[in-house]
């Protein structure tokens, strides 16, 4: 269906020639941005995949098996970049989100479990993410973690809905900041490089269901379905900002559009692999080397680190876990949201106003709401954003092989189907992430 954020009348479509149906009259050539060229949804996308979720992730992982997991880091980097570019290229492209195009290509209950399954798995990741936030926070100041927690959710939410999305993009860009706290953190402990350096560029065989099931959930929490809705609704909103055409309309930018979003996400996966790569780093040789194999929380990592590489290190990863947190709420939330309201045909948008978008906004405070209010639970968080991770691989599988679907259309993508190392990377990513699952399964 057409875009029905915009509130002007557009219709739905079925087919490339109805797709070009978009005439949200472009300013003039001299106002506009000259084809975006400046890192975004790539960027935001990557540095929000180090929520404290998947911090917790890569230190369990660090703290269990030591050096062992590291070489998820660079295996999953192409296979994150493939998949991630070519999600951008279908909102660029068609000028709607993933959830809008597999409306048109699938059977809508298809796409309404799709999206139910991403509203669970967020949730879960919120409570995970605003219970450590709480911890970190009261482990810096002092008080009710609590507390800390339920007023840093209230303060994303607030911004999220009140702030115009030209403005808070730029916030969201500022935090990518903190996940430079997980390289200082490094910085403070002595690090094995030699054996580091080798763990990382050899895998380590190993096929006990424990070591799997970490693998899936380090799969699953750096390449998670959340990403895919919201680095291709992220497209949409910088190319309504910018008052440019879907590329469908101008294909003739096609190539300045698809240069700029491959070098935006390579920067967004690079930065958010480093970071997990520091993480696992210090996991390992700080908490697995001296005894302490099981960790509850990212928050309970910057305690754990506290006594035993000085309360300095502690207190950097726990600043790291809040600003990397104050980033992720919003994308976890604004992607169910997108994701939701495509599938219903509701007007969404973070370029909408509130008034404009009642039940978009709606499901971005419902969601943040669920998880501060399950953050609060006896839930244990780490068990249950582990799990939420292994689901994220799980769902992943299906959901990567529909957007390669999407991408490879005439129907959905015209001329612009993806091609080439793009076409190669997405699908060699979906096979990866199968072959994990199902080592899971039947290892």
């Known amino acids: 269906m057409a875009r029905a954020g915009k509130l002007d009348g557009r219709q739905p479509c079925s087919s490339v020639s109805m797709t070009m149906r978009w005439p949200h009259h472009p300013a003039p050539a001299s106002e506009r941005t000259p084809s975006r060229a400046r890192l975004g949804a790539g960027l935001v996308t990557g540095a929000a995949d ?51 195009n597999m409306g048109q290509l699938f059977p809508r209950s298809l796409t309404v479990a799709v999206v139910a399954l991403l509203l669970v798995a967020n949730v879960f990741n919120l409570a995970a993410d605003i219970g450590a936030m709480g911890e970190a926070a009261s482990m810096l100041l002092g ?21 115009p999305f030209v403005r808070y993009a730029r916030v969201l860009k500022l935090l990518t900041i903190s996940l430079f706290a997980y390289v200082l953190t490094a910085v403070v402990v002595h ?33 998670s379905p959340y990403m895919f809705f919201w680095q291709a609704a992220q497209e949409v909103e910088e190319e309504e900002q910018a008052q440019e055409e879907p590329l469908l309309l101008q294909p003739s930018q096609a190539p300045r559009s698809f240069h700029r979003i491959d070098v935006d996400t390579v920067v967004g996966m690079a930065l958010s692999n480093v970071v997990g790569f520091f993480v696992v780093l ?13 960790i509850h929380s990212a928050a309970d990592a910057a305690q754990a680190l506290r006594p035993l590489a000085g309360p300095l290190a502690g207190a ?58 399950l953050s609060l639970s006896s839930v244990q968080p780490m068990r249950m954003l582990f799990w939420a991770a292994v689901l994220n691989g799980v769902v992943s599988v299906p959901l990567m092989a529909a957007v390669m679907v999407l991408a490879t259309r005439t129907k959905v993508m015209g001329a612009l189907v993806v091609k080439g190392w793009l076409r190669a990377c ?4 979906t096979a990866a992430m199968a072959v994990v699952v199902v080592a899971m399964f039947f290892g």
């Open 191 to 223: 690090v094995p490089w030699a054996a580091a350096l080798r763990h990382l560029v050899l895998p380590t065989p190993r096929l006990d269901r424990a070591y799997l099931v970490t693998i899936v959930a380090m799969f699953g929490t750096t390449i």
């Open 426 to 429: 997405g699908w060699l990513a």
């Open 50 to 100: 180090d929520d404290p979720s998947g911090i917790a992730t890569y230190s369990q992982a660090g703290a269990q098996f030591g050096l062992a997991t590291l070489w998820t880091v660079w295996f999953t980097l192409p296979l994150m970049v493939g998949i991630q570019a070519v999600c951008g290229h279908v909102g660029r492209v068609t000028g709607r989100g993933l959830a809008a």
């Open 282 to 294: 210090v996991a390992a040789v700080v908490l697995h080397g001296h005894g302490i194999t099981a």
């Open 143 to 163: 008080g009710n973690g609590a507390l800390y927690a339920l007023a840093l959710a209230a303060v994303s939410v607030l911004l999220e809905v009140a702030v």
């Open 316 to 373: 950097v990863f726990a600043t790291g876990i809040i600003g990397t947190g104050l980033l992720a709420i919003p994308v976890l939330a604004g992607s169910g949201a997108y994701a939701l309201a495509e599938a219903c045909r509701w007007s969404y948008g973070l370029d909408r106003r509130l008034g404009e978008a009642k039940l978009f906004y709606l499901i971005i405070v419902l969601a943040t709401v669920a998880g501060a209010l």
